[in-house]
């Protein structure tokens, strides 16, 4: 371990002073055991302390230490939930009813690509939300859902519909979206620095 890290890892459990709550928000990868190795060693034994780990993949959680008996198994959306939850997206200005059984039909069939996943079901109704509301685009929309869902492993839902998502934008704003990719996560972006860029 490096002196700067060690020197962190200090100074951390030296604040730690009281009782604690870690979150832990989306840790990914398989590797995750051996920086939480050294990150653990920065909290103290403090009793009624607890670090909580989210995270899409069990053996990440395992990895860190996690036992059976305190691993969390989030429940998926039913699929009248997932109906009700896309259709309070796409909808909005219709009052999260749906004004065709057409679409309806087609909507079903993309909140069941979606298997319950509130995150891949909100990202899919944000992407229709512009779209046509004609059951011809929709059933194009069904059909490369599916097909994402083919060429990527099943259990990507979310990468799928947000590839999807990206791939449905307007050509001319494509480029735009990629060029959020040049700044730092949580960076302040300046209209004027967007503009140049």
């Known amino acids: 371990m490096r002196g700067d ?20 928000d989306d840790v990914w990868g398989a590797d995750e055991g051996l920086w939480w190795e050294s990150l653990k060693s920065g909290f103290p034994h403090r009793a009624g302390s607890c670090v909580i780990v989210t995270t899409r993949d069990e053996e990440v959680a395992r990895s860190m ?10 429940r998926l959306l039913s699929e009248e939930n997932g109906w009700s939850l896309f259709s309070k997206v796409v909808f909005e200005r219709d009052g999260g009813q749906c004004p065709n059984m057409d679409l309806e039909v087609i909507g079903k069939e993309i909140v069941s690509q979606c298997r319950g996943l ?22 194009q929309i069904s059909k490369h859902l599916k097909q994402e869902l083919a060429t990527h492993n099943k259990n990507k839902v979310i ?3 947000l590839s999807l998502s990206y791939e449905e934008l307007p050509t001319h704003l494509k480029p735009c979206f990629l060029s959020f990719a040049m700044f730092p996560e949580d960076t302040e972006i300046f209209v004027h620095t967007m503009i140049h860029w």
């Open 5 to 24: 890290t060690a020197d962190l890892l200090r100074t951390l459990n030296s604040k730690l002073d009281k009782k604690y709550l870690i979150i832990l």
């Open 65 to 74: 230490g996690a036992t059976h008996r305190c691993i969390h198994h989030l």
């Open 118 to 139: 509130p995150l891949a079901i909100k990202i899919a109704g944000g992407m229709m939300v512009g779209k046509e509301k004609s059951a011809h685009k929709w059933s």
């Open 159 to 161: 990468f799928s519909t």
